[in-house]
Nanobody
Framework: VQLQASGGGLVQAGGSLRLSCAAS????????MAWFRQAPGREREIVGG????????YYSDSVKGRFTISRDNAKNTVWLQMNSLKPEDTAVYYC??????????????WGQGTLVTVSS
């Protein structure tokens, strides 16, 4: 599956952005989807994920209550709604797909990344 992330940009602290990840192919529903981010000088970290079968969502503690991940299998798309953004949310955001029921799985496919910059 090929993934195309979009929606990044520059936003002031407290603002919102919605990232989209469009997947190619007809097997999107078979994949658990996740969003990761990597800030300059830091390791990549998972932001949130949504399981393929149950749709159960997972969020890192740093974004819980502010970010929402959702998916539409008919549209082959997963979104990350980011509210109450903070400067520390600044990073390149990646969507990823795993052929697994578990958000903690190794991810097989990655999008190209979209930059989110939050100004203070």
């Amino acid at each position: 599956v090929q993934l195309q992330a979009s929606g990044g940009g520059l936003v002031q602290a407290g603002g919102s952005l919605r990232l989209s990840c469009a997947a190619s192919g007809r097997t999107f529903s078979r994949y658990t989807m996740a969003w990761f981010r990597q800030a300059p000088g830091r390791e990549r970290e998972i932001v949130g994920g949504i399981r393929r079968s149950s749709g159960i969502r997972y969020y890192s503690d740093s974004v819980k209550g502010r970010f929402t991940i959702s998916r539409d299998n008919a549209k082959n798309t997963v979104w990350l709604q980011m509210n109450s953004l903070k400067p520390e949310d600044t990073a390149v955001y990646y969507c990823a797909a795993a052929n697994s029921d578990y958000v903690t799985a190794n991810y097989d496919y990655w999008g190209q990344g979209t930059l989110v910059t939050v100004s203070s």
